[in-house]
């Protein structure tokens, strides 16, 4: 009978560890799940605190031409190659607007992924949108006057008639 109810007792004891593991993996799962709501609840009110960014790439995408280019194509043609913003693409457009909008202060990686309308807490979308900034500055759309700020480069200036590059 004694070695029944030690039998029993280590059974109990065995299922109560078994048990206590298996509470700890739920809250850490569900200390996971609370953080990942946690970060696309803060990406939504960033993203619903730019209302003026989500109606510039609705208005700059009603301009876009509707011809499909025929042959390879750059999807960021060189400044002085191109006649205007319209060659870009829509979220090429929408960053555009958005630095046009940032004015002196410059636009931020993090502003441009909410821009682009990508989750602003993810590394990797803001990432994402820091290499689309820094191939607009390559190719002359943008400056990078201050680390992670970019604007809009500052207009050429006619030096006036008379002087060096000036008029006749």
């Known amino acids: 009978m004694r070695a029944i109810r030690e039998t029993r007792q280590k059974a109990a ?6 048990l206590e593991a298996e509470l700890e993996r739920v809250r850490a799962a569900l200390a996971d799940a609370g953080e990942v709501h946690r970060r ?8 619903l605190e730019a209302p003026a960014e989500a109606d510039a790439p609705a208005v700059v995408a009603s301009e876009v031409s509707q011809k ?3 042959g390879p ?3 960021v043609p060189h400044r002085q190659d191109a ?7 829509v979220d090429y457009q929408a960053l555009m607007a958005a630095a ?4 002196a ?3 931020g990686a993090r502003r441009a992924a909410v821009v682009l309308g990508w989750d602003s807490a993810s590394a990797s979308r803001v990432e994402g949108a820091r290499a689309r900034l820094k191939r607009l500055v390559e190719r002359g759309w943008l400056v990078e006057a201050k680390p992670g700020r970019f ?3 500052a207009p050429e200036q006619d030096p006036g008639p008379g002087r060096p590059g000036g008029g006749s």
């Open 40 to 47: 696309r609840v803060i990406g939504s009110e960033q993203y």
């Open 151 to 153: 604007m809009l480069p």
């Open 100 to 103: 046009v909008e940032a004015g």
């Open 13 to 18: 004891a065995a299922q109560v560890k078994h």
């Open 83 to 89: 006649p205007g913003v319209e060659v870009l693409s």
């Open 68 to 70: 499909r280019p025929v």
């Open 105 to 107: 202060d410059g636009l």
């Open 73 to 75: 194509r750059r999807a």
